[in-house]
């Protein structure tokens, strides 16, 4: 009997199967076993088809959004490049600046030198490529080549030169010269241009606008402009104004003050040329008069009309509009004459008046004038030539000659500067 009740005791109870098997059965059922065993596909632990596929489709989904990122960005530059393109070509937008060639390694260097006996033949014709200044000294510096320039004054800061270069077809330039030889363009294809006396402002006509910007460091910074008539040009600063003539074949001046407006309606129909300033703000100009063959000086107000504050027409005058004014404004040196007779005249400002008088000074100017102080001024005659005037000497009745610079090459003409 079993030892629990209700459950039967297997050892007592008869088989409730046979286990009468003959070899070759059990072995059949072994093989078939085995068979169905290894026809079963057990999963795997690692899928290797399926972490590939899920490896691709991550690498894809990166590549996506580095692709939509890198358009996104792309987008926002070209916006920001064509909002800048835009801004540049804008009719009040900012002066092209070019910058010229950074490599260092090729720049001729400015030479300067002191008077003295002329280098041989050899030794100057290296300097024909480039542009000789010389001060009132005769101290002459020989620029890189820049082509021919028409007038130079240094910048600003010192360190190196603006440097003006005469029209051709394709108009004027304005070009930054810096003392280690790197020739910077700062405008191409202007009309005229004017620099500032302390270099700091210039002013140039781009098309049918007048343009004003300020110099700093080896750019132009701030440009203003205003439309202008065709005929009209820029003629020199009055303090912060810019002295512009309607018309080169007729008398007429106006002062536009950038940022204050247009250019003024109404101007003075007198003045043909306005050789400079008197420390108090007042213009030194020539006027016409109601005689057609005969023109007078004058003081001139520094207003829109330059209204005439006081009248010489002693002096015979020439209409070519070089002159310079003396730093205390007492003297003028003027050109005066006609023909053989043409030669530079000094006028004193102080007795200007009903029958002013002047004395001869030199041979005729060409250029800029420089005085150095008061009593002493120089200028290039035709010739390119140097003359000194030494206001005592002219007024006592010896008039200054003119003498060649040192080292420049024949055929080639020295620019005078104020500074080397």
């Not at 070089?322 to 003027?334: E, T």
Request: charged residues 20%; hydrophobic residues 40%.
């Amino acid at each position: 009997m079993s030892q629990f009740p209700g459950r039967r005791d297997n050892l007592t109870a008869g088989p409730q199967r046979s286990y009468q098997v003959r070899p070759d059965e059990l072995e059949g059922a072994v093989r078939e076993t085995l068979s169905h065993h290894v026809a079963l596909a057990r999963p795997l632990r690692v899928d290797p088809a399926g972490q590939a596929i899920r490896h691709a489709n991550r690498i894809r989904r990166r590549r996506t959004a580095v692709g939509v990122a890198l358009a996104a960005v792309t987008t926002v530059l070209l916006s920001a490049g064509m909002a800048q393109l835009g801004t540049e070509t804008r009719r009040d937008g900012p002066p092209i600046v070019v910058i010229g060639d950074p490599d260092p390694t090729n720049r001729p260097l400015p030479t300067p030198s002191i008077p003295g006996p002329a280098p041989s033949p050899a030794t100057s014709s290296s300097h024909l490529v480039g542009e000789t200044l010389v001060n009132a000294d005769g101290r002459r510096l020989v620029l890189p080549d820049i082509g021919p320039a028409e007038r130079v004054q240094p910048l600003p800061s010192g360190g190196g030169w603006l440097v003006i270069g005469t029209p051709s077809i394709a108009g004027r330039s304005l070009s930054v010269v810096q003392d280690d030889g790197l020739v910077q363009v700062l405008l191409a294809g202007a009309g005229a241009i004017v620099l500032a006396p302390d270099s700091r402002q210039v002013a140039w006509l781009e098309g049918d606008d007048l343009l004003v910007a300020g110099v700093v460091g080896t750019q132009l910074i701030g440009a203003v402009r205003t439309p202008v008539p065709t005929s009209a040009e820029p003629v020199r600063f009055v303090a912060d104004s810019v002295l512009v003539r309607l018309d080169p074949a007729s008398a007429g001046h106006t002062l536009w003050r950038p940022g204050a407006g247009p250019l003024p309606d109404a101007l003075d129909r007198l003045s043909l040329n306005v050789y400079g300033g008197l420390p108090d703000g007042r213009l030194v100009g020539q006027v016409t008069t109601t005689d057609p063959g005969r023109t007078c000086l004058a003081i001139l107000a520094p207003t829109r009309h330059l209204d005439p504050v006081r009248t010489g027409c002693g002096p015979d005058l020439s209409q070519d509009g070089v002159g310079g004014v003396s730093p205390d404004g007492r003297w003028l040196l003027v050109n005066g004459g006609s023909g053989k007779a043409r030669r530079s005249l000094l006028v004193d400002l102080q007795r200007l008046g009903p029958g002013a008088t002047a004395v001869g000074a030199g041979p005729p100017m060409t250029g800029a004038i420089v005085w150095s102080d008061e009593n002493q001024a120089s200028y290039l005659d035709g010739a390119g030539e140097l003359v000194r005037v030494d206001v005592g000497q002219v007024r006592a009745g010896k008039p200054a000659s003119p003498a060649a610079v040192p080292g420049v090459p024949a055929g080639e003409r020295p620019i005078l500067v104020k500074d080397l």
